[in-house]
């Protein structure tokens, strides 16, 4: 199946102008802090592009911030990959790091990790500058998007480790993709990475909220075509495609047109309530500065959605052919070929 | 030092009416979950009265979520106690056990624990109850502040563990006593037990967040007065008068007229914000029906500060002269007689 499916958006976004300066400091900071460690693991890791997601995700992010984002990339993404369906075992130590790496944002700024581990450490160091200059209540809300998408995670792993990764239905899939895709604590650093923050009666409104769980579900079912050649190539049945395929038991080109259908409902649906925003606003009585930010907030919606659309059509993060170390690694079972859930 | 130590405040709180009721069914679940099971625990826990304590601070609350709001404070308080000094590895298994506590109210309602035992089963069925009907938002909300004061219980353990408890400087100490006392979400609860919601504007106004950490310091303080034996039978630093004390180099005597001058200084503070709340609420322009439920969430705050004040008067938790298998527990270093964190 193509990696490079493609989607009518009917909108566009922009790219950060510091991409390539942020890259060079960010790779330079993922040796040096132990994430990638091995020749192999960085020419994966480089060839996945990251710097590129957050440039596009975060498009107004200033060259230092740009550099926080593409760390913070780097360390959520290599943990995704800690999984090894060869030490089931290991689901164990991936609940405890993700669970140092949810406590994080509830403890004082500048505090060390009490579960030490490459990942854990670099989260530590992205967060101080991540929740720089944030109020209570973003953090709070940053803190249990961050949470619910951890414990997602690790109920993932859990799946995995049992061999029942695969048994999901139709519906109990779809509920749980948006809790493993972590959309919304990505969008709530968009007002991070852009100095502002969304009314918090704007981000209790109905409307804002099926509007990021439909930009979760967008980009979850999105992922699963695009990376559907590497979950593949991994066992990994935590797939809308694999879902569909064993739910209507139908051929993978039918189950893909089918998963391609249900993520276009999902970015029709937001479509229609973007459009709804004005009206929200008038409801709310928002003066001219709320309605400004509430657009910035729909702004790093988009951004998302089309930021990591464009990204995934060429990572070779999702790449169908693959040879060498990593894809022997994946075919193995596991994400990774460095381990970095010990000191 | 005398455990009913007076405050002059200038306002009171109702009971709940269904204290009786309540109590009995509670007092049945805490046995039947297992979170107490000695004899000596059992006479212990009821001397404690938290049922009192439920009725005082949640006054508004129907009998049945009385009960529910009964067994949250009993699991609370039991795990409270689990630190054996005598036993310092255990500090491990607290964080891991607190560590499941605080992901609880991030899985979708229903979800069974991950780390198993007394406390873990009884939280996950509490918060079913306890998050029923409450909005994202609330959920939220609670779910950090909730994981601000367990994450603050493991170090406050880590540092008694590490026999450095006694070590903090005065203001360190006001600081992590803001965290450790665990008010925010005991407030946040005050919303559910009486089915309204804060307006997120309000919550987010720096009105009614110093009004929230002047409640948890004035109680904190105020616990740390009415405690202050029961801490020193068990060797506890973590109070304001031993920091005092060692601060000042004084007397028992005048590091309690301190703690009790700082306590009052607190309550002033907070009396001052309340009366300017009509002001914020004309600055966020509410109309009736929001400045009822800001009105309801001061009380919340006003029935945590008097009601807990109340209660903490009488209750044989903090009983200066005590003998029996409890006060031997305690003087041993140990808060429980009966072991919570294994099956």
């Not at 091995?38 to 060839?47: K, L, N, Q």
């Not at 169908?320 to 170390?325: H, I, L, M, R, V």
Request: net charge negative; charged share 30%.
């Amino acid at each position: 199946m193509p990696q490079d499916v493609r989607f009518d958006l009917p909108f566009d976004t922009p790219v950060s102008e510091h991409l390539e300066y942020a890259r060079e400091r960010h790779l330079r900071w993922v040796r040096e802090t132990g994430l990638v460690r091995s020749r192999a693991g960085f020419e994966e890791y480089t060839s996945w592009d990251l710097p590129q997601a957050a440039a596009r995700t975060y498009p107004h992010a200033s060259a230092e911030d740009m550099v926080v984002l593409m760390n913070w990339f780097s360390l959520a993404f290599l943990f995704d990959d800690q999984f090894d369906a060869g030490r089931p075992d290991r689901a164990d130590r991936i609940a405890e790091v993700a669970r140092e790496l949810i406590v994080t944002p509830l403890r004082p700024a500048g505090s060390v990790p009490r579960v030490v581990c490459p990942i854990t450490l670099a989260w530590a160091q992205v967060w101080d500058r991540l929740s720089d200059g944030m109020s209570l209540t973003w953090q709070t809300r940053f803190a249990a998007s961050w949470g619910r998408f951890l414990v997602a995670h690790c109920e993932e792993v859990d799946l995995a480790a049992r061999g029942l990764a695969g048994n999901l239905g139709l519906k109990e899939y779809a509920a749980f993709r948006r809790r493993t895709v972590g959309i919304h604590h990505s969008i709530d650093a968009g007002e991070r990475s852009r100095g502002f923050e969304v009314p918090p009666q704007v981000m209790a409104h109905p409307v804002m909220e099926r509007m990021r769980d439909l930009a979760a579900d967008t980009i979850g079912f999105m992922n699963d075509i695009h990376s559907f050649e590497r979950e593949r190539r991994r066992g990994d049945g935590h797939n809308m495609i694999a879902v569909l395929r064993r739910e209507r038991g139908c051929s993978w080109e039918e189950a893909a047109a089918e998963a391609y259908d249900m993520t276009t409902a999902c970015l029709d649906e937001y479509l229609r309530l973007e459009a709804r925003v004005p009206r929200m606003c008038d409801e709310l009585d928002l003066d001219a500065d709320a309605r400004e930010r509430v657009g910035m907030g729909v702004d790093a919606i988009r951004h998302w959605i089309n930021g990591n659309y464009e990204w995934a059509l060429t990572t070779g993060r999702y790449a169908a052919a693959k040879e060498g170390p990593v894809a022997t690694a994946e075919r193995a079972g596991r994400g990774s070929v460095d381990d970095l859930l010990t000191v």
